[in-house]
Antibody, heavy 120, light 107 residues
Framework: EVQLVESGGGLVQPGGSLRLSCAASGFTFSFHSMNWVRQAPGKGLEWVSS????????HYADSVKGRFTISRDNAKNSLFLQMNSLRDDDTALYYC?????????????WGRGTLVIVSS | DIQMTQSPSSLSASVGDRVTITCRASQSISTFLNWYQHKPGTAPKLLIYVASSLESGVPSRFSGSGSGTDFTLTISSLQAEDFATYYC?????????FGQGTKLAIK
């Protein structure tokens, strides 16, 4: 069974940093692209970032480009999102999502999310 | 960036109804269009990929169609468990944008 478990969320002040992690199991992690998607309170889903299986191709939403960095450790079946210069509008539930085989952003399995609150 | 616009933003329907949700892209995305179902407090669920392919395990009452800029998600006969928010997402070009969502409520 595919499992994706996010961690690392919490309360942080504007301008601060957080590092989110996603522990993957139940599939061959190194074969799949991975993504982060977020949902702000009362809002819809917003795609944040994607990384291909080898880490060779990375994309970001304009809203986080230059502030967030996605990475992965295939040896540890883990996905990460380093978030710097956090703003109030980064407050959201952050989901880790696994892409279908041979695709980058058809999001086949999702975690339950980790909550990030940016507030002074 | 490609903008995805869903309509309606919300609708009310009854069990057994046929429901159609539309999604329009601001430019052609071929068939690189996915549909997701999201219920509060749960992980979103992939329903349809490449516009019309049914994800494994998803009931056959769900179907998708369209290409280019205009797409539809149809639920042929609503069941109680289908009341949720539905999102389209383009997987054609980064940034891989979602529509704003369609909240399907019980009438």
């Amino acid at each position: 069974e595919v499992q994706l478990v996010e961690s690392g969320g919490g309360l942080v002040q504007p301008g601060g940093s957080l590092r989110l992690s996603c522990a993957a199991s139940g599939f061959t992690f190194s074969f799949h692209s991975m993504n982060w998607v977020r949902q702000a309170p009362g809002k819809g889903l917003e795609w944040v970032s994607s990384i291909t299986s080898s880490g060779g191709t990375i994309h970001y939403a304009d809203s986080v480009k230059g502030r967030f960095t996605i990475s992965r450790d295939n040896a540890k079946n883990s996905l990460f999102l380093q978030m710097n210069s956090l703003r109030d509008d980064d407050t959201a539930l952050y989901y880790c999502a696994k892409a279908q085989t041979y695709t980058e952003t058809t999001l086949q399995h999702w975690g339950r999310g980790t909550l990030v609150i940016v507030s002074s | 960036d490609i903008q995805m616009t869903q309509s309606p933003s919300s609708l009310s329907a009854s069990v057994g109804d046929r429901v159609t949700i539309t999604c329009r892209a601001s430019q052609s995305i071929s068939t690189f269009l996915n549909w997701y179902q999201h219920k509060p407090g749960t992980a979103p669920k992939l329903l349809i990929y490449v516009a019309s392919s049914l994800e494994s395990g998803v009931p056959s009452r769900f179907s998708g169609s369209g290409s280019g800029t205009d797409f539809t998600l149809t639920i042929s006969s609503l069941q109680a468990e289908d009341f949720a928010t539905y999102y389209c997402q383009q997987s054609y070009k980064s940034p891989y944008t979602f529509g704003q969502g369609t909240k399907l409520a019980i009438k």
